[in-house]
């Protein structure tokens, strides 16, 4: 280990390592169960998804040699339809088994700690604004109308294709969701349930024709903002763009 023992980082994973004599005899509930969906009032602007096209085909290896972060991006919006099938690969609900509503991404214990909005720019039939993906309904939740592509390339350290996707996703975690099972180990789970998430959404891209990159540089707080978050409950965590690209369908 090259690191110094006392750096923070190096500290966070000795301190939630799981060890034979410490696992055993810890009780559950030490904090508080977030519900296992953020709910917005119902007088809230919303955009029902269409299903998940079935019409949308790809070879899965093909995909998986083709996908690549890419950065350009051209002006024509995305489909309500891809936007759709983008949100169902990453976070859809693909199963129902002993009343948990299972999703497309595997998650620690399966508390979906991680919550999905996007910050559209440039897709048909949405309005610019950042939406709220809700779950169980299938729907789009209206956070905020607006513009948000400059606030959007400033919080991302001015990375401009921020700006120029047709949509921007915005990942947040909500701790509370799988503290309470996981105590400070759930830290580590929320950012492997999001590398998974968006492993999902870029593959999906890859096999829509369409271009996506992964985000992690962000100031946090500026993130939390554009999602109206608030910090103590709710945390930024991860990013990803995508957008049309010259030459694809
Ligand atoms: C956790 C993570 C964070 C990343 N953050 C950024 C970023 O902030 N900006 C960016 O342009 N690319 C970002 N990327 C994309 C990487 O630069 C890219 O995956 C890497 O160069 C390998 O290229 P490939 O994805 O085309 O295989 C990120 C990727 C990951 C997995």
Redesign the pocket.
């Known amino acids: 280990m090259t690191q110094k023992p006392s750096a923070i980082g190096f500290q966070y994973l000795k301190e939630t390592r799981y060890a034979r004599d410490t696992l055993r005899g810890e009780p559950l509930d030490q904090y508080p169960r977030s519900p296992l969906y953020k709910t917005y009032p119902p007088d809230t602007p919303r955009v029902q998804l269409p299903p998940a096209a079935e019409t949308f085909k790809a070879d899965f290896w093909r995909c998986v040699q083709q996908?690549?972060?890419l950065?350009d991006y051209l002006e024509q919006p995305l489909s309500l339809e891809q936007l759709s099938a983008l949100l169902w690969a990453s976070q859809g609900v693909t199963a129902v088994q002993h009343h948990f509503a299972l999703r497309a991404a595997p998650s620690a214990g399966a508390l979906y700690p991680v919550e999905t909005y996007v910050a559209v720019h440039r897709v048909e039939g949405v309005k610019p604004g950042i939406w709220h993906f809700h779950v169980p309904d299938f729907s789009l939740e209206l956070v905020s109308p607006g513009d948000f592509r400059r606030s959007l390339v400033l919080a991302?350290?001015n990375?401009q294709?921020l700006g120029t996707a047709g949509v921007v996703f915005i990942w947040t975690g909500i701790l509370g969701r799988s503290l309470w099972k996981y105590r400070q180990r759930a830290v580590r789970y929320l950012f492997l349930d999001a590398?998974h998430i968006c492993g999902n959404l870029h593959l999906a891209a890859t096999a829509l024709g369409l271009g996506c990159?992964?985000?992690?540089?962000?100031f946090d707080e500026e993130v939390e903002q554009i999602v109206h978050a608030n910090p103590e409950e709710e945390i930024a965590v991860?990013l990803a763009s995508v957008g049309r690209l010259a030459g694809r369908p």
């Open positions: 996908r690549r972060s950065r991302g350290l990375q294709f590398g990159c992964p985000v992690a540089a962000f991860y």
